[in-house]
């Protein structure tokens, strides 16, 4: 079922996000910006796609203190990287695991599988009902993911109990 609230959502994202790109304020590109936005939520709507998963504005605000603390495990496990790639005591030894995962909607699940990849020396390879497998680097890697701060701390408003 489509909300109106979710509509309205898309409709403010997508104004914003074409008033931040395009960085115009003459009234009449203001106009057609507004009208190109309507367009995009009016055919989205016919399409039946906005809904809470789609759509999700209960991440909005946790997902920005998620992203800062993401983007400080990013440049960390670059330095692991750059040490394991020009320090010869830091060996690269590659190993896979099963990370077990517990009860997340499927947009948790993408939001954790996302994570793993972009954090640096670290793969999700598949994700299955109740594991993802990872490919990293080394042991230190996979270890880390086994203690789970990562997937704790990943906002998800459609977590099943």
Known sequence: MISAR?????????ALLWWLLSGLT?????GLGLLSCVVVVSVAM?????????HPLALSGKLLTYWLWLLGQIFTSSANVILAIFA???RVAVTSARIPLDKRSDIGRVIYANSITLTPGTVAMRVEDDFIEVCSINQANIDSLLQGEMLRRIPDPGQRS
Do not use: Q, T, W, Y
């Not at 016919?46 to 789609?54: F, K, L, V």
């Open 6 to 14: 979710h509509a309205a959502g898309l409709f403010g994202l997508c």
């Open 26 to 30: 003459a009234p009449v590109l203001l």
């Open 88 to 90: 010869p005591k830091h």
């Open 46 to 54: 016919r399409m039946e796609i906005i809904d809470h998963e789609s």
